[in-house]
């Protein structure tokens, strides 16, 4: 009996990689860009599985194409870069990895808090440019961690382990969005308006996921209601902030400052406007870039391939409704 045949769009971890090859035929796109547009929907065309990265546009084009596609594994918590609804029409179920990446996101999501607050990469570069002299008391000032406010917009796993790590500086969490009431009390965390979580926190983290309802949710009018000590870090997905009202925000002093894990566009260009500012920290989407966590992720994201390919229901599924036939 011939082995089904699955596409994987980017060289991934050996951990999940393995799982494949025991059971598959594996066709890889091996460079270390994006597979290309054309060369995705050539491939698509025989393959029973696909794995793909969260660089890829998997969309009805794509769905069209793979006449024996069988499943879509996504190796990522979010999979807004897959049509699911289309996904859903060709019964196709979607796999994602949720709960693996919580608590590495989270503390990468707090280091950025940490350095853009204390401005360390403004002081690397001060030290490396040959500019330190001697101490001064006035020298890249920066905020207080400790006893401020966070502010949370979008409670879920990662916004929970977040909060989890500003308890122990003491910090008053308030937040918008997320339904576990119970998680939050556990973690003091209060619920507030949008308006009055922008108008009292020191510091916003963003942990919503990106759907229409939130591309652009902080933009021109949200900067004005934040305080000009306020920093916003983004570790969920670029668009949900936009980029040219964040950008006039910084430039202006509207707020103090800013640190990106995710941008719009992503890879952001070096000649990009918001690299250019001191006050805002880009760093090229590492919130989950530990060596556990990232096998962790290439694993599961295996076993959500292997089970659709076996007519299995996938551990982690974003679209189960293609099962309510099943009898």
């Known amino acids: 009996m011939s082995k089904p045949l699955v596409y994987v769009t980017?060289?991934?971890?050996?951990?999940?990689?393995?799982l494949i090859h025991e059971t598959c035929d594996v066709r890889m796109w091996e460079g270390d860009?994006?597979?290309p547009r054309d060369t995705l929907l050539e491939e698509i065309k025989e393959v029973d599985g696909l794995y793909s990265l969260l660089t890829e546009k998997i969309d009805k084009e794509v769905m069209a194409a793979g006449r024996n596609l069988k499943v879509i594994s996504n190796m990522a918590v979010g999979y807004d870069n897959v049509d699911v609804p289309a996904a859903t029409q060709h019964k196709i179920p979607v796999g994602n990895t949720p709960g693996v990446l919580t608590e590495t996101s989270a503390d990468f999501a707090f280091a950025l808090l940490m350095s853009a607050a204390r401005r360390l990469s403004e002081a690397e570069h001060y030290v490396k440019a040959g500019k330190w002299q001697t101490w001064s008391p006035t020298l890249l000032l920066g905020h207080d961690i400790h006893q401020a406010t966070l502010g949370i917009i979008g409670l879920g796993r990662i916004g929970q382990a977040v909060a989890q790590r500003a308890r122990g500086f003491s910090m008053r969490i308030l937040y918008h969005g997320g339904s576990d009431e119970a998680a939050a009390?556990?973690?003091?965390?209060?619920?507030?308006?949008?308006?009055?979580?922008?108008?009292?926190?020191?510091f916003i983290s963003v942990h919503t996921p990106l759907n229409e309802a939130t591309r652009g949710f902080i933009s021109t009018e949200e900067f004005k209601l934040m305080k000009s000590n306020a920093i916003l870090i983004n570790t969920a997905r670029g668009p949900v902030v936009?980029?040219?009202?964040?950008?006039?925000?910084?430039?202006?002093q509207k707020i103090f400052a800013a640190a990106l894990d995710v941008t719009d566009p992503e890879p952001i260009p070096a000649d990009h406007p918001l690299v250019s500012l001191d006050n805002c920290l880009i760093v090229p989407?590492?919130?989950?870039a530990s060596f556990a966590t990232r096998n962790k992720m290439a694993e599961m994201a295996a076993q959500n391939l292997l089970a659709g390919l076996r007519g299995e229901h996938l551990p982690n599924c974003v679209n189960p409704e293609v099962y309510e036939n099943d009898s």
């Open 10 to 18: 980017r060289p991934i971890p050996e951990a999940g990689l393995k």
């Open 185 to 202: 009390r556990h973690l003091g965390a209060e619920k507030v308006s949008l308006e009055q979580l922008l108008g009292e926190s020191d």
């Open 242 to 252: 936009d980029p040219d009202a964040l950008f006039d925000a910084l430039s202006s």
């Open 285 to 288: 989407h590492l919130a989950s």
């Open 33 to 35: 860009l994006p597979v």
